[in-house]
């Protein structure tokens, strides 16, 4: 019976180990924007599609997997429907590393959330409002929301400093 010399074997178990990375499942190519340019992302990540960040147009966010919820707010009356990506699923489609991420909105407040807190909770990047897409002047493009009605225990002021209107950049620390 012949044996398979240990180099051959440690190559092929080096080339199969390699090939499960856990970077191998988020470093699927992520392309560039075709249209305006509505979140930035940038920090530690080993997905980007620009020089060191990672730019989503409308199209490429409406790509990844959409989740909704009605839920009411203290800034609007009544529940709405709220649709988007959730901030989890961004993140690990980017590959994201850091301990926290800083939201920046168009206005430049911003406000800093721990990646453990991200994995808790269904922290939704809000992109439509009652089924039409969202628009500056009504906290668009994108609103960080949460489901209020559905888990209270978000419906305090610690949690609604983080929900942010016209976010337009998120940075992974």
Known sequence: MD????????????????SWSPLSFA??????PQGRVVLTVT??????????KAEFDMDMLAALPQH??????????GEHLFRGVLLSDLLRRLGAEGAEVRAVALNDY???IERQLVAEMPLLLTTHFDGK????????PIWLMLPLSDLPRFNTKRYHE???????????R
Do not use: C
């Open 3 to 18: 044996t398979v010399p240990w180099s051959t074997l440690l190559f092929a178990v080096v080339l199969l180990l390699g």
């Open 110 to 112: 911003h406000h800093d």
């Open 43 to 52: 920090g530690k990540l080993a997905v980007t599609n620009a020089d060191n």
């Open 68 to 77: 909704e919820f009605r839920t009411a707010t203290p800034w609007t009356e």
């Open 27 to 32: 470093a699927d190519a992520l392309p560039l």
């Open 133 to 140: 897409p969202m628009k500056v002047r009504h906290k668009g």
């Open 162 to 172: 983080l929900l942010i209107w016209q976010l337009k950049s998120l940075d992974v």
